[in-house]
């Protein structure tokens, strides 16, 4: 009751024009009270004649405009006891606000809606609600602008059943006629066996949502994980290239050192037998005066009295005894330098490819290998240009097309000397390490050709069988042999039929370590495929069993 009237007082005390608490209320003389600065703006704007907004009542001539002094306090009062602020649910309806039906005039905004009515109450009109019987087995619910959309739109009633055939929601007038015979079930029976559906995913949803946060969490751990160990690493390189760096700075200074001492100690020497030499040379002139001297003496007595007092000849260092090496000096020195800086290049270059290897088999993440292509379209894709390395090929072999091909010759090839070269099997390896996904074609001219991949770190040389490709656990071969083909690893070897072509196609994805050769023609036969785990760079290969003009060639692809 307290309620409703102070819903009469605010409702009393309000001005129908901004229909807000007076404020400098006025009262025209019919009665009515409103803002002063609303009615006169009504006046000036809205009428020709002044007249009053509520009952229409005109006044001849426009009545003069004083401030109602007492109902001015009495609003201030309402003000003051806090009456002006009206609860949430007798506010009135703005325009995203679901309005009460029952109320006339400016409508107030609805608390709730009855699915039954199909009504939407404010909370004077709802009492009814709560105190009828009947009214109180009503569903009521929160306030809803789509009330209609229960209402049978070919029979105006409300649509209580659900036609599980046609999956929709229809009224009893529609169970008797169109959807006869259909399985059809009350809405709030669907509704609580679909809810239990839902409550149902919804569990497994709030499952899911934990264990994502729990994989968040732990993917954020991984991150700082991650950030850590690659700072600690990068730190602890830097010191490693540091010292290396220092040390190499130590070589070079110590090399120098040496080189100015053996330059001084030489300088040394060699000055030493100048100024012997130079003093050689000045006694020898000395005597040859006196000689010269004595010999244009014309008293003979006195040239035999002066002879026997020459000053004898010192021994002397002859020039003959004086060995001077080939103009070199210190050139062996560089030459020997060079061959260090040669020898770590080697090293780096070896080595970098396992660094580098190294860092990029850095993988957290867990994932499943990607699917092998099924289509040489789809191999085209990972296609890659191989070279071959000249330092590594048999001298029995002949490269050609921009070191692509091999040719078996009668007579060896004037290759220069070098540790990497195959010197007892007609082998060669290529100049690029293969450590990704790659695909390559190799057509191959007479029978005994081998199509490989081996570590780097596979034997040159020695003679033992276990340097052909495929006779070590460091190479996996592919012979193409006369009438079928022979996949070899480990010296273990395993027969395989398939389509005789002149092409060879392999399909090589490192990190899944797989390893494909197919037999290329209008299509691709897979021949053998190998599943490992590869632990070194790879390189691709090709071995000449027998047959002078057979030969081997990397086809171009792009």
Same mark, same amino acid.
């Given at each position: 009751m307290a309620q409703k009237g102070d819903q009469l007082d605010r409702e009393t005390f309000s001005c129908s024009i901004c229909l807000n608490l007076l404020r400098d209320p006025v009262t025209i003389p019919c009665g009515h009270s409103y803002c002063m600065d609303c009615i006169k703006t009504f006046w000036d704007e809205k009428e020709k004649l002044p007249s009053c907004p509520q009952c229409r009542k005109t006044f001849i001539p426009k009545p003069a405009l004083g401030k109602n002094t007492m109902l001015a306090a009495l609003v201030e009062q309402l003000k003051k006891t806090g009456l002006q602020a009206a609860p949430a649910d007798h506010c009135y309806a703005g325009p995203e606000d679901v309005a009460c039906d029952f109320c006339s005039g400016r409508k107030l905004k609805a608390i709730k809606s009855c699915l039954v009515c199909l009504v939407s109450y404010c909370e004077k009109h709802l009492q009814p609600h709560h105190d009828v019987a009947a009214l109180k087995k009503h569903k009521l619910v929160d306030p809803s602008m789509n009330l209609q959309d229960n209402i049978c739109s070919r029979h105006s009633e409300v649509m209580k059943i659900f036609c599980r055939t046609d999956q929709k929601c229809i009224c009893y007038l529609c169970s008797l006629d169109e959807h006869k015979g259909h399985d059809t079930v009350s809405a709030a029976a669907e509704r609580t066996e679909r809810q239990r559906e839902m409550e149902v995913s919804r569990q497994q949803i709030q499952q899911e949502i934990q264990d994502r946060e729990k994989d968040v969490k732990l993917l954020q751990q991984e991150v700082e994980a991650i950030n850590q160990s690659a700072d600690k690493t990068v730190e602890d390189s830097e010191e490693i290239f540091t010292e290396l760096i220092s040390l190499l700075q130590k070589r070079s200074s110590d090399v120098k050192q040496q080189i100015r001492s053996q330059q001084e100690?030489?300088?040394?020497?060699?000055?030493?037998?100048?100024?012997?030499?130079?003093?050689?040379?000045?006694?020898?002139?000395?005597?040859?005066?006196?000689?010269?001297?004595?010999?244009?003496?014309?008293?003979?007595?006195?040239?035999?009295?002066?002879?026997p007092s020459l000053s004898p000849l010192s021994e002397s260092t002859h020039s003959s005894s004086i060995s001077i090496r080939p103009l070199?000096?210190?050139?062996?020195?560089?030459?020997?330098?060079?061959?260090?800086?040669?020898?770590?290049?080697?090293?780096?270059?070896?080595?970098?490819?396992?660094?580098?290897?190294?860092?990029?088999?850095?993988?957290?993440?867990?994932?499943?290998?990607?699917?092998?292509?099924?289509?040489?379209?789809?191999?085209?894709?990972?296609?890659?240009?191989?070279?071959?390395?000249?330092?590594?090929?048999?001298t029995r072999l002949l490269l050609s097309d921009e070191n692509r091909k091999v040719t078996f010759m009668n007579q060896s090839?004037?290759?220069?000397?070098?540790?990497?070269?195959?010197?007892?099997?007609?082998?060669?390896?290529?100049?690029?390490?293969?450590?990704?996904?790659?695909?390559?074609?190799?057509?191959?001219?007479?029978?005994?050709?081998?199509?490989?991949?081996?570590?780097?770190?596979?034997?040159?040389?020695?003679?033992?069988?276990?340097?052909?490709?495929?006779?070590?656990?460091?190479?996996?071969?592919?012979?193409?042999?006369?009438?079928?083909?022979?996949?070899?690893?480990?010296?273990?070897?395993?027969?395989?039929?398939?389509?005789?072509?002149?092409?060879?196609?392999?399909?090589?994805?490192?990190?899944?370590? $797989?390893?494909?050769?197919?037999?290329?023609?209008?299509?691709?036969?897979?021949?053998?495929?190998?599943?490992?785990? $590869?632990?070194?760079?790879?390189?691709?290969?090709?071995?000449?069993?027998?047959?002078?003009?057979?030969?081997?060639? $990397?086809?171009k692809l792009k």
């Open positions: 100690t030489e300088v040394r020497r060699v000055r030493e037998l100048e100024e012997k030499l130079q003093q050689e040379v000045t006694d020898l002139k000395r005597r040859e005066a006196e000689m010269k001297h004595l010999i244009e003496t014309e008293d003979h007595n006195q040239f035999l009295h002066s002879y070199r000096h210190f050139q062996d020195v560089t030459a020997a330098v060079s061959k260090v800086r040669g020898q770590l290049q080697d090293i780096l270059r070896d080595t970098w490819t396992n660094v580098s290897l190294t860092i990029t088999h850095v993988d957290v993440l867990l994932s499943e290998p990607e699917p092998e292509p099924t289509s040489r379209a789809g191999f085209l894709k990972y296609s890659c240009e191989i070279s071959l390395d000249p330092n590594t090929v048999n090839q004037s290759y220069s000397g070098h540790p990497d070269r195959f010197t007892d099997y007609l082998q060669v390896l290529s100049r690029e390490s293969l450590t990704g996904r790659h695909y390559w074609e190799v057509e191959k001219k007479g029978d005994g050709v081998g199509v490989a991949v081996a570590y780097k770190s596979i034997k040159r040389s020695g003679g033992s069988p276990e340097i052909l490709f495929g006779c070590n656990d460091k190479s996996w071969s592919l012979n193409c042999l006369s009438d079928k083909y022979l996949f070899r690893y480990n010296n273990i070897s395993s027969s395989i039929s398939g389509p005789q072509t002149s092409r060879i196609g392999v399909y090589l994805n490192y990190r899944a370590g $797989f390893l494909s050769f197919y037999s290329v023609s209008g299509t691709m036969t897979l021949l053998h495929r190998v599943q490992t785990s $590869f632990t070194q760079p790879l390189y691709a290969g090709v071995r000449i069993n027998y047959g002078p003009g057979d030969s081997a060639e $990397f086809c």
